[in-house]
């Protein structure tokens, strides 16, 4: 027998459906159009967002892939809570238990070079956090420059390889962070693989490296775009260059 669709909390469906709506007048789209992209009735959409009836995962997860945001919070202060049986990530992840990847949880600031100023760096916030209905580690990003471009998904963490690998999937389009497990003092370092936008509507596949590096760990965080003139610049730009100098990623030349 089947199991029955979780039903989200009255708290969490409020927060939801609140999202929604802002998504929608900011989009400009009807109720219709998103219910068809989401694969759901009208009806249901309807009394999800009246109050009428309680969010389910798999109706939020529906409406996430179809408006390409993050609708369930994840916390900005991550608390790790003991482990109990069945926190086991799927397989597909690596099947990790959650006290196995405990140190991975956290608030980052995620440096990479910035894609339109070849001297600036970019810095934003990434929150790792285990995902109690996934049962699995989830990511997502915030205080980003550019905003539409945030990113949020899963966190695969394999025996085989050694590397935590953070991938959001879009209606299939694939983003792709693969860096080294935390050093002893919690940084990651890897490579990020994406879209760079270009004019209009053009994409362009791009590679660059990546560090997270904790919070508690930065005195003051930078987030934006960082010049040199910053205080942080030197530090962050000396964390990028100890990813492609270790190295922790290899970039190669064609």
């Known amino acids: 027998m089947s199991t029955p669709d979780k039903q989200l909390s009255a708290e969490q469906s409020r927060q939801i459906a609140e ?4 998504e929608i007048a900011r989009r400009r789209i009807s109720r219709q159009t998103l219910a068809e992209q989401a694969k759901l009735s009208l009806s249901t959409l309807e009394k999800v967002l009246g109050g009428r009836r309680p969010f389910t995962l798999a109706t939020t997860v529906r409406l996430e892939q179809a408006l390409g945001v ?16 069945g926190e ?6 690596g099947s990790y238990a959650r006290r196995a990847v405990a140190r991975i949880e956290g608030t980052y600031v995620t440096v990479r070079p910035s894609f339109g100023d070849k001297d600036a760096i970019y810095a934003y916030r990434t929150v790792i956090a285990w995902d109690e209905a996934a049962s699995s580690l989830g990511f997502r990003e915030s205080e980003r420059q550019d905003s539409d471009y945030t990113q949020f998904g899963e966190v695969a963490v394999p025996n085989e390889s050694g590397f935590v690998y953070l991938v959001t999937n879009r209606h299939g389009q694939h983003r792709v962070i693969t860096v080294s497990r935390p050093r002893n003092s919690g940084e990651m370092y890897g490579i990020i693989t994406t879209l760079l936008a270009g004019r209009g509507a053009v994409l362009t596949p791009i590679a660059a490296p990546i560090a997270f590096l904790p919070f508690k760990n930065i005195a003051n965080p930078s987030l934006g775009r960082i010049s040199s003139e910053d205080a942080n610049y030197k530090v ?9 100098d270790e190295p922790f990623a290899i970039l190669l030349q064609g």
């Open 19 to 22: 999202t929604i709506r802002e």
């Open 70 to 85: 993050p609708l369930r919070k994840l916390p900005d202060v991550v608390t790790i809570k003991p482990p109990v049986n």
């Open 88 to 93: 086991v990530a799927p397989d597909s992840l």
């Open 236 to 244: 962050y730009r000396e964390h990028l260059r100890r990813t492609v």
